[in-house]
């Protein structure tokens, strides 16, 4: 089971700024991986309490005193017996207000040896013997947000549950408007709650706009679906563009669903 530590404390929302670090000793031949300070302990980290034996760690990469910007690295937090490595400490983030079923933790590594090989090397690699870093993104920031780039379809899938989630509570409102019967003109019970104005005004509002953001889901998914077939045929501003419309249609869903499940 593995877990995936991006998010620090301190650096929710703008991760490139995080504080972790891996800095290479040349004598020992691999990276030493810190969280140094309270802000850049890795937070709400999904799998992390109870059940990872292994994580992406995501640090900032120091060779021979150059900065090589944020690069990932494999690391066992557990061992056999799940007993947490030397320099791993883990805690549970609590009781929360909802999903207290999902696995949250906090994760301090404090120096935490991992070799060379334990850097994911699709855009950067180590090379102990020569003790040099190389990378086909000389762009060190680039060279973050191609990695970090594959978030975008963890967007897309919870944009999608978000919404589902939506479209279940005004189905189950809708149905339960058609049926429950209240004072009608004649002054009997016979007619449907959703006949009424006051009913309309809240629950019509709220579907139009469920259409709309869903047709925007659907059009965003096949952007992205497009773009993973055809990766080569979009240039760096249509793909700059996909992932505007990913990083703004999660969070528009998910205001929406609050919404939706407050006023039903």
């Given at each position: 089971?593995?877990?995936?530590?991006?998010?620090?404390?301190?650096?929710g929302?703008?991760?490139?700024?995080?504080?972790?670090?891996a800095?290479?000793?040349?004598?020992?031949?691999?990276?030493?991986?810190n969280?140094?300070t309270?802000?850049?302990?890795?937070?709400?980290?999904?799998?992390?309490?109870?059940?990872?034996?292994?994580?992406?760690?995501?640090?900032?990469?120091?060779?021979?005193?150059k900065?090589?910007?944020?690069?990932?690295?494999?690391?066992?937090?557990?061992?056999e017996?799940?007993?947490?490595?030397?320099?791993?400490?883990?805690?549970?983030?609590?009781?929360?207000?909802?999903?207290?079923?999902?696995?949250?933790?906090?994760?301090?590594?404090?120096?935490?040896?991992?070799?060379?090989?334990?850097?994911?090397?699709?855009?950067?690699?180590m090379?102990?013997?020569?003790?040099?870093?190389?990378?086909?993104?000389?762009?060190k920031?680039?060279?973050?947000?191609?990695?970090?780039?594959?978030?975008?379809?963890?967007?897309?899938?919870?944009?999608?549950?978000?919404?589902?989630?939506?479209?279940?509570?005004?189905?189950?409102?809708?149905?339960?408007?058609?049926?429950?019967?209240?004072?009608?003109?004649?002054?009997?019970?016979?007619?449907?709650?959703?006949?009424?104005?006051?009913?309309?005004?809240?629950?019509?509002?709220?579907?139009?706009?469920?259409?709309?953001?869903?047709?925007?889901m659907?059009?965003?998914?096949?952007?992205?679906?497009?773009?993973?077939?055809?990766?080569?045929?979009?240039?760096?501003?249509?793909?700059?563009?996909?992932?505007?419309?990913?990083?703004?249609?999660?969070?528009?869903?998910?205001?929406?669903?609050?919404?939706?499940?407050?006023?039903?």
């Amino acid at each position: 089971m593995g877990c995936f530590c991006l998010t620090e404390l301190g650096y929710g929302n703008n991760a490139v700024e995080m504080e972790t670090t891996a800095n290479w000793d040349s004598s020992k031949k691999v990276f030493i991986i810190n969280t140094p300070t309270i802000n850049s302990q890795k937070y709400w980290i999904t799998n992390g309490a109870y059940h990872a034996n292994h994580s992406v760690v995501f640090a900032q990469t120091y060779v021979n005193g150059k900065h090589e910007g944020i690069n990932a690295f494999v690391i066992r937090l557990r061992d056999e017996m799940m007993n947490p490595s030397q320099g791993v400490t883990i805690d549970d983030m609590g009781a929360k207000h909802g999903m207290n079923g999902v696995d949250n933790a906090r994760i301090i590594l404090k120096n935490v040896e991992a070799g060379p090989d334990s850097l994911l090397n699709k855009l950067a690699n180590m090379d102990s013997e020569k003790n040099s870093f190389n990378s086909s993104i000389s762009n060190k920031r680039q060279r973050f947000l191609s990695a970090s780039n594959r978030l975008l379809s963890g967007r897309i899938c919870i944009a999608s549950m978000t919404i589902s989630g939506a479209k279940l509570a005004l189905l189950v409102t809708n149905k339960y408007g058609l049926v429950r019967l209240s004072n009608g003109p004649k002054g009997k019970s016979d007619t449907p709650i959703a006949e009424y104005q006051l009913f309309q005004n809240q629950i019509v509002p709220l579907t139009v706009r469920l259409v709309i953001y869903n047709l925007g889901m659907l059009h965003i998914r096949n952007v992205y679906s497009n773009y993973l077939l055809n990766a080569d045929k979009y240039s760096p501003a249509q793909f700059n563009h996909l992932v505007r419309l990913i990083c703004v249609i999660k969070p528009m869903v998910a205001w929406f669903a609050n919404e939706t499940g407050i006023s039903n």
